[in-house]
C-alpha cells in the first residue's frame, strides 16, 4: 500500500467532516463513521497487496513444473495476476 495507515486514517475523518458539512449523512456520533470509511479506504487500498501475495503462493506451488518449462517468472506474475483481477473484478 502507497498511504500509511496514518495517512488513511486522516482520509476518513476528512472525508466524514466533508460529508457531514455537505449534510449527505448524519452522524451524531462521528466516531463509527470514521472508522468504517478507514477501514473501506483500507480495503481498497490493499487489494493489489493481497493479489500479489496470492500469485506469489500461486507461483511457488508450480516453481518445479516452471524450472522444468522455463517459465520466464515475470510474464507468469503478469499472467497469474491479470487472471485474479478479472477473476475478483479488481480495479488496479
Known amino acids: 500500500m ?3 495507515k496514518e495517512y488513511v486514517g486522516y482520509l ?3 472525508l ?4 457531514i458539512e455537505g449534510e449527505f449523512i448524519e452522524a451524531p456520533n462521528q466516531a463509527p463513521v470514521v472508522e468504517k470509511i478507514n477501514q473501506s479506504i483500507f480495503d481498497e487500498l490493499t487489494v493489489e497487496d493481497r493479489i500479489n501475495d496470492e500469485v506469489r503462493a500461486i507461483l511457488e506451488a508450480y516453481s518445479n513444473e516452471m524450472q522444468k518449462s522455463g ?9 497469474v495476476k491479470n487472471e485474479l483481477v478479472r477473476k475478483y473484478k479488481a480495479v488496479l
Open 16 to 19: 466524514t467532516k466533508k460529508l
Open 12 to 14: 476518513a475523518r476528512q
Open 2 to 4: 502507497l498511504f500509511s
Open 71 to 79: 517459465a520466464n517468472y515475470q510474464e507468469m506474475f503478469k499472467k
